[in-house]
């Protein structure tokens, strides 16, 4: 009898670190960035449409579930003149195998034609960017926001920090994740989307996040309570991370009411 509950004991407790083990901390997920560049007011209609009714929906199908579509602000000088599209990925190979999927979704093929296949003299852009990243180990996964005001009001701030070489880059990230700079934006309440590494792109070596808001009184609100929290001015301090960044630049947006973020 005592052997017998001993056994069943230990199997037990085998079963159960199995299943801890397999839950495990949450896997890094990749993201894409595209950047579209247009000249046009009917470039961005086009734009709007191809996203919407094909590109959003054909994403759906293939099981990314969640899209991000901003623009810029209308005081940002950038306004009416780029689009940002944020795709998430739960692999890096499922980002390549993307295209392959898209280039079999016939639904996609036919919906999208207008914008895939447009006059060469009648391009829905001036160009593209598509920037790759890789999530922060510290939030391995982005998140979604709801809000009760409009997506006219609502804020999402696109940061890109660049940095002078391939070490200061890593030291920026490593004082986001161990040095606790993402713990001061949760502190503050500012309501981080994601933080990333750009892998592939522009401008490297960089990174690049983003954090959401309400409205533009709440970004400024929790900004300016970021500057002044006493961490933060402790941590910008230290000397491991002095100089850590060259140029930073900060994009300022509201989503489209198509926008699943």
């Not at 801890?20 to 950047?35: D, F, N, R, T, W």
């Not at 002044?228 to 000397?239: I, R, V």
């Not at 994009?251 to 973020?261: E, N, Q, V, W």
Request: with cysteine; net charge positive.
């Amino acid at each position: 009898m005592k052997k017998t509950f001993l056994t069943t004991l230990i199997l037990f407790m085998v079963s159960a670190s199995a299943i801890l083990y397999s839950k495990g901390p949450a896997k890094q997920m990749y993201y894409e960035i595209k950047v579209y560049r247009i000249s046009q007011v009917s470039q961005a209609a086009t734009i709007d449409k191809y996203l919407k009714d094909t590109f959003i929906p054909a994403m759906h199908r293939a099981g990314i579930s969640t899209i991000g579509v901003f623009k810029p602000i209308e005081a940002d000088t950038a306004y009416g003149k780029l689009i940002y599209v944020f795709i998430p990925y739960k692999t890096a190979d499922q980002y390549f195998k993307i295209f392959e999927t898209l280039d079999k979704d016939q639904v996609y093929q036919e919906g999208g034609k207008e914008f895939l296949d447009a006059p060469y003299n009648k391009p829905p852009f001036s160009r593209y960017e598509s920037i790759f990243m890789k999530a922060f180990p510290f939030m391995p996964q982005f998140k979604v926001y709801n809000y009760s005001t409009p997506p006219s009001e609502r804020i999402y701030e696109l940061r890109s920090y660049e940095s002078a070489t391939e070490a200061k880059a890593l030291s920026k990230i490593k004082m986001f994740n161990e040095g606790g700079e993402i713990a001061i934006f949760e502190k503050v309440g500012s309501n981080a989307v994601f933080y990333a590494q750009v892998l592939l792109g522009s401008q490297k070596p960089r990174l690049m996040y983003m954090t959401t808001y309400a409205d533009m009184k709440s970004h400024d609100d929790h900004w300016n309570a970021f500057r002044n929290h006493p961490d933060w001015l402790t941590l910008k301090a230290k000397e491991e991370y002095l100089n850590n960044t060259s140029k930073t630049k900060a994009f300022l947006c509201h989503p489209t009411d198509y926008s699943d973020l």
